[in-house]
Structures are given as C-alpha cells and as structure tokens.
C-alpha cells in the first residue's frame, strides 16, 4: 500500500475484500494521510468496504451505507461534483434483489456524474468466464446486462487480469469470472 500510494498519489481509494477490521488498520491509513471515515464492516463471508481519501485533495460526504454499498457525494476544487457508490452485489439471490433495487432507485434520482465501482457478482458476457462446466448460464448475462442498461451504466473496461476471481480450485474443477467492475453514466 505503502509504494502504491508513492507511485500513484491518489485522491481516493476503495478497498474490498479486506476480510480486515477497519479499526485495525485506521493507523496505518491515517500515517499515509487518509482518512478513513466510511466503511462497511465485515458481514459473514463478504469482506467488506472502505472508502479511504486524502483530505488535502478530495472531500468525500457519505449519503447512504448499507451492507452492499458505499454512496458518497465526492468534491474537488477545480472538478464538478460526483457520486462515487462502492458495492458489492451478493450472491444471495434474495440480496441481489435488494441491491439491484437500490442501485435503480437511486439511478432515478441520480442528475450527477456516478462511478459505480466493486463487485457486482455477475457476468455481462460468456467471454467473462473460463470454466470446463458446461453451465452456459445466459440468462445470467441477460439479466445482468438489463440491469446494468437500467440503471444507465456502461462498463469502462479494465486493464490487467481480465477475471477477477476465482474459486480456488485446482485442474478441471477451477473456475475464473470478471466479477469485479467499474461503471458510469453518460455524463
């Protein structure tokens, strides 16, 4: 974290996943010159958000939290307001409704700049998994697509790994996905 933040000086960091107290690593954060003020703390299996930011370059005004997501209102000088929501779509069907419905209700009140970024866990095209199952699921994809077109997001693509995760598994049994994604709106 600490060369990352050398070489990349960012304003703004989110981090998923942590499987890590908040509380643990707030010194740390705070010796880098972040704030570290939302978050969403470990629930079961899901690891959680942060939303960490360099007071000095960025201010970050929480609006809603909530177990799937981080919505803030982000200010710049110089930069027009933006809404930044951090997520993480659970697997849980019955979740994965609850959050879908959020993000489309807050899509219909949305009249800014929106970055969605996280985990949706969801495929929007075959090509988005490697797997030696044959569980071609399109309906998945359509789906997530619908959704996605819904809410007026498009994906920005990404540089690096293409998919993002894994189940672990060795041979055969192993399964990779592009769950992990940003999004935004037109403006």
């Known amino acids: ?17 942590t499987k890590v107290e908040l509380s643990s690593m707030e010194q740390f954060f705070n010796k880098l010159g972040f704030t570290a003020l939302s978050h ?22 929480t609006l809603e939290v909530n177990a799937l997501f981080i919505h803030a209102k ?23 409704v609850l959050f879908w419905e959020n993000l489309e209700a807050t899509v219909d009140n949305m009249n800014s700049h929106w970055l969605v970024v996280g985990d949706f866990n969801d495929i929007a095209f075959q090509s988005e998994k490697r797997s030696f199952s044959i ?3 399109q309906t998945r994809t359509q789906k997530f ?5 819904r809410c007026n997001l498009m994906d920005l693509g990404c540089f690096g790994p293409h998919l993002t995760w894994t189940n672990g598994r060795q041979g055969m049994a192993n399964t990779l996905e592009r769950l992990d994604r940003a999004a935004c709106n037109i403006e």
């Open 1 to 17: 974290m600490k060369e990352l933040e050398k070489t990349r000086r960012s304003s703004i960091m989110v981090l998923m996943e």
């Open 40 to 61: 969403v703390d470990l629930v079961g299996r899901s690891g959680g958000i942060w939303v960490l930011w360099d007071p000095f370059r960025a201010t970050v005004e």
């Open 74 to 96: 982000i200010k710049r000088d110089n930069f027009e307001d933006w809404i930044l929501s951090t997520i993480y779509a659970s697997f849980n069907p019955s979740n994965k």
């Open 135 to 137: 569980n071609a699921n």
């Open 145 to 149: 697509n619908a959704k996605m077109n």
